[in-house]
């Protein structure tokens, strides 16, 4: 399992990380990585894991896998395929892939019977709750309408991230991560000291201008 606290990059599937670029990207993952000593675990498209574990030292998941067996599927991809194929874990309920309760859970099983790490993301402190039922390794809350904005949850909603911890923690000990507009270390700061155990984050570090810089930043708030 991953050291906490940490970041977790979410390349979603913007130009400048996907395709020809995703190494562009892992490189600099790679490096703040190594030279600062902390965790971050990017989250790819399927294709680009695929092509890239091998490549580097970084633990790599998957945004996104379905709830199948084997079988008339097309288009689809199970955690067996996922797991052979270099993921070590995998994003489950992405605000932008939302999922039935049934799915999350078949999906939370399956990726606890092959040792996978289970990332399940909640868009409020009750459904981050509800979903601590279902035992995943971690609880990413990331209230929708601020994805993709300037305002980091850590400022905008900070209530949001103490809730989600009572909710969760009154259920079971899960870790909790946060995300939706962290920028810089002050919100990873603040998240931190609210008491979760790391950041979910794409467009600080994906759009940024100078990703390295705007990665180095963030790590400044875990230490
Ligand atoms: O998965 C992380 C994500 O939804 C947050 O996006 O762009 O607000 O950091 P962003």
């Known amino acids: 399992m991953w050291k906490i606290p940490m970041i977790i990059v979410n390349f ?11 190494p562009l990207l892992l490189d600099i993952i790679q490096k703040v990585r190594e030279e600062r000593g902390v965790e971050i675990v990017a989250a790819l498209n399927s294709m680009d894991l695929t092509a890239l574990h091998e490549k580097y030292n970084v633990p790599m998941i998957l945004q996104h896998v379905d709830a199948v067996d084997f079988g008339a599927h097309t288009g689809k991809l199970n955690l067996v395929v996922a797991k052979e194929r270099g993921a070590e874990g995998l994003l489950i309920n992405h ?3 939302r999922l039935t309760i049934a799915d999350i859970d078949i999906l ?3 990726a ?3 040792n996978m790490v289970s990332v399940v993301c909640a868009n409020n402190p009750r459904v981050s ?3 601590a039922f279902l035992a995943p390794d971690f609880i990413a809350m990331e209230p929708p309408e601020l994805i993709g904005g300037d305002i980091s949850v850590s400022k ?3 209530e949001t ?3 989600t911890i009572e909710a969760v923690k009154s259920v079971r000990d899960i870790s909790v991560l946060v995300g939706a507009g962290i920028k810089n270390r002050e919100d990873v700061k603040r998240a931190i000291e609210l008491g979760a155990q790391g950041v979910l984050i794409a467009s600080g570090v994906v759009k940024a201008k100078d990703p390295y810089g705007a990665l180095n930043d963030l790590v ?3 230490i």
Do not use: V
Not at 13 to 22: E, F, K, T
């Open 95 to 97: 605000s932008e892939r």
């Open 156 to 158: 905008a909603r900070p």
């Open 112 to 114: 606890r019977k092959m």
């Open 12 to 22: 979603k599937l913007y130009r400048q990380s996907s395709g020809i670029n995703a």
């Open 108 to 110: 939370i099983s399956q």
């Open 129 to 131: 709750g509800a979903l």
């Open 161 to 163: 991230i103490t809730e």
């Open 220 to 222: 400044e708030g875990m």
